[in-house]
C-alpha cells in the first residue's frame, strides 16, 4: 500500500526538482525505490520497530534503582525479543502481551510451590506438600496442563509433595533435580513417573540456564555438592528483562555466603523468596543486603511446627524496610512484570509488615510430637486497625520527617539506613502522602507507613 | 496399627519430619524422640496409636532396601536423558 503512493510521491519530487541535478534526483530516485522496498519486504523488521518502540519505552519507566540491572540485561532483552518476533509473528495484540511474566507464589500452607509463566513457557520450582493437593488445584483452575519445566529444589516431601500428580495428570517436558536421593515413595513415585512418561532428566550446575522467551533461569546454585539435600537447594535467579526474582529453596546461610563470594553484585532481586520458610538457618543480614529486594515471600503454614518465620529472620526484615508477604497470611501472591518493573496483582489484603508466630508453647513441648495434619488452633494473628493505633499514639511524639533525625527516622516501617538518608536529602516533606518520593516507597509501602502511625509532619 | 514410616528430613529446632505415606499421616517429632543412630531417609517401625506415633525402632532391611532401589532407579534415569535437555550449555 505504502509502494502506491511513494510512486506518485517520487513524481512530485522529480517535477519539483526539475531534474535540474541529474545525480541528485537520481540519488533522491535510488533512495526512495530503496526505502519501498524496504517497506515492501521486510514486514517482519516492520514489527520489529514497533517492538522496539515498546520496549523503549518502557524501559525509560523502568525505576531509577534497577538501572544497572537494566544495562546489563539490555543485550539479553533486545536478542530475546527479535526472537519472540520471528517465533510468535504476532498480532499488535500479542505485542502489548509479549513481555508479561507472571510469577505465582502458591499458598501451600508448609512448603513451596512457585509457578513462573512466561508467554514461550511455565515454569514450577518445587511442588508443594506431599499430603496437600493446592498446587495441582491451582494450576488445573488456571487451566494449566502443560509445565515446561518442572525444578525440585531438592527432594523434601514439602518441595517435591505434589510432584507424582502433577506428572500425572499434565504434560512435563523436562525435569531438574539437585541429585540427592530421597528414600520416600513420594519421591520414588516421582522417579518412577520421570522414567515411564520419558521426561527429560537433567541435575543442573551453577552457569547452567534456559531461556523462555525474554525470561532467562539461571542456576546460580549449590555451588558446592555436600549431599545434604537442603545445603544443595538448585538456586535460580529468573532474569526478565530489568526484572530479577531470587528462588534459594532451603538453603542456608553457608550457601548464601558462597553466593555472595561467587555472585556478588549480581545477586541483587526484586523478589527473594526466603529461604526455608523464614527460617533462621537461611537469610543472613549479609544475603539479605546483598539481593537487597523490594518484597521477600515467606512461604509457611500457620503456626507451624518449626515456628517459621524465626524472630530475627523478621527482625532483620522490619530493619530493611522490605515489603513481606506471607502465604499464610496473602494467601497466593501473585505479581506481573513487563519487563521493566514487576507489581503486585494479587494476595489476600493484609499488611506488609511480617507477622511472627506465637510459638511459645510450641517450642517447650519437648518430646511432643506434632501431627502436621491437624494443626493446633490457629491464634489470631493481631492486625491493629488504624483507628486504634491513631487514638493512642495521636498526643504521643511522632517522628517529624522534615526534622527527624535518621536514626528515628529508621524507627519508621519501611525506612532503613538508605531510605532514611534519601529522605533526608528529599527535605521538606508537605504531607507523609510525598513519601512515595523515595525510591522503593509506593502506595503499598505508604499503606503500612501511615497505618502505623508514627511519621507526621508537623 | 503397624507399619513402617520414614524420615523424611530433619528439620530446625531439633525436629525430624518423619512420614506414614501408607496413611498419608506426617509427623513432626523432636530428633530426641529418635533411636539415636537414625538418620534422614531412614525406615522405621512405628505404630499408630489414636492417632499418635509410637517409634518402635530403625528398620534396616527395608532402609537398606528402598536405598538400593532409588540408587538403582536414580542410575537409569541418569543414563537415560544425557545431553537432551533443553538448558543454554
Not at chain 1, 510512486?7 to 526505502?35: A, I, R
Not at chain 1, 515467606?298 to 515489603?323: F, W
Not at chain 1, 503486585?344 to 509488615?353: C, K, Q, R, S, V
Request: net charge negative; proline share 4%.
Amino acid at each position: 500500500m505504502l509502494k502506491r503512493w511513494l510512486w506518485p510521491l517520487v513524481m512530485v519530487l522529480l517535477l519539483l526538482s526539475g531534474c535540474g541535478t541529474t545525480m541528485d534526483s537520481t540519488d533522491g530516485d535510488k533512495d526512495n525505490n530503496d526505502k519501498t522496498e524496504e517497506v515492501v519486504t521486510d514486514v517482519d523488521e516492520n514489527d520489529k520497530d514497533v517492538d522496539e518502540t515498546t520496549s523503549d519505552k518502557t524501559d525509560e519507566s523502568a525505576p531509577a534503582e534497577s538501572g544497572d540491572d537494566e544495562e546489563a540485561t539490555l543485550p539479553v532483552d533486545e536478542g530475546n525479543a527479535e526472537k519472540e518476533n520471528t517465533e510468535t509473528d504476532g498480532t499488535n495484540a500479542s505485542i502489548q502481551t509479549t513481555g508479561d511474566m507472571l510469577v505465582h507464589f502458591i499458598d501451600v500452607g508448609q512448603g513451596d510451590s512457585i509457578l513462573i509463566e512466561t508467554t514461550s513457557g511455565n515454569v514450577l520450582v518445587d511442588a508443594g506438600n506431599w499430603n496437600g493437593r493446592a498446587v495441582i488445584d491451582y494450576l488445573n483452575d488456571r487451566g494449566i496442563s502443560h509445565i515446561d519445566l518442572m525444578i525440585a529444589t531438592h527432594p523434601d516431601a514439602d518441595h517435591i509433595g505434589q510432584m507424582p500428580l502433577i506428572l500425572e495428570a499434565l504434560t512435563v517436558d523436562e525435569v531438574w533435580m539437585n541429585g540427592v536421593e530421597s528414600t520416600s515413595k513420594t519421591f520414588e513415585n516421582t522417579i518412577n513417573l520421570i522414567l515411564e512418561k520419558d521426561i527429560v532428566y537433567y541435575e543442573p550446575e551453577v552457569g547452567d540456564g534456559i531461556d523462555f522467551g525474554d525470561v532467562a533461569i539461571d542456576v546460580l546454585g549449590p555451588i558446592t555438592r555436600t549431599n545434604d539435600a537442603n545445603k544443595d537447594s538448585i538456586v535460580t535467579q529468573v532474569t526478565h528483562g530489568a526484572v530479577e526474582v531470587m528462588l534459594t529453596g532451603d538453603a542456608g546461610v553457608k550457601e548464601e555466603a558462597s553466593l555472595i563470594n561467587r555472585f556478588g553484585d549480581r545477586l541483587v532481586s526484586d523478589i527473594l523468596k526466603l529461604g526455608h520458610h523464614g527460617s533462621n538457618t537461611s537469610t543472613s543480614q549479609a544475603f539479605l543486603d546483598a539481593v537487597n529486594p523490594e518484597a521477600v515471600i515467606i512461604s509457611a503454614s500457620e503456626n507451624n511446627s518449626y515456628g517459621h518465620p524465626h524472630k530475627e529472620v523478621v527482625e532483620r526484615l522490619v530493619t530493611a524496610g522490605v515489603d513481606v508477604y506471607q502465604t499464610s497470611q496473602h494467601g497466593d501472591i501473585v505479581f506481573r512484570s513487563d519487563g521493566a518493573r514487576i507489581e503486585l496483582i494479587n494476595a489476600n489484603d493484609y499488611p506488609t509488615t511480617p507477622v511472627v508466630p506465637s510459638n511459645e508453647s510450641r517450642t517447650t513441648t519437648n518430646d511432643q510430637q506434632d501431627e502436621t495434619t491437624t494443626p493446633p488452633a490457629a491464634s489470631p494473628v493481631p492486625d491493629v486497625s488504624e483507628e486504634e493505633t491513631s487514638a493512642l499514639k495521636e498526643n504521643s511524639a511522632c517522628v517529624d520527617i522534615n526534622t527527624a533525625s535518621k536514626e528515628q527516622l529508621m524507627t519508621i516501617i519501611h525506612i532503613g539506613e538508605e531510605r532514611a538518608d534519601q529522605l533526608m536529602q528529599l527535605r521538606p516533606f508537605d504531607s507523609i502522602d510525598q513519601l512515595t518520593r523515595i525510591k522503593g516507597i509506593a502506595a503499598g509501602r505508604l499503606k503500612d507507613i501511615k497505618a502505623e502511625n508514627i511519621a507526621c509532619v508537623r | 496399627m503397624k507399619t513402617v514410616a520414614v524420615i523424611d528430613r530433619f528439620s530446625d529446632q531439633d525436629t525430624a519430619v518423619i512420614l506414614v505415606e501408607s496413611i498419608q499421616k506426617e509427623f513432626v517429632v523432636k530428633q530426641t524422640a529418635l533411636p539415636p543412630e537414625a538418620k534422614p531417609h531412614d525406615y522405621l517401625d512405628v505404630e499408630i496409636i489414636d492417632q499418635t506415633l509410637k517409634i518402635i525402632g530403625i528398620n534396616h532391611e527395608e532402609t537398606t532396601a528402598q536405598k538400593t532401589n532409588i540408587k538403582d532407579k536414580m542410575a537409569k534415569l541418569r543414563a537415560k536423558n544425557k545431553g537432551v535437555s533443553r538448558r543454554r550449555r
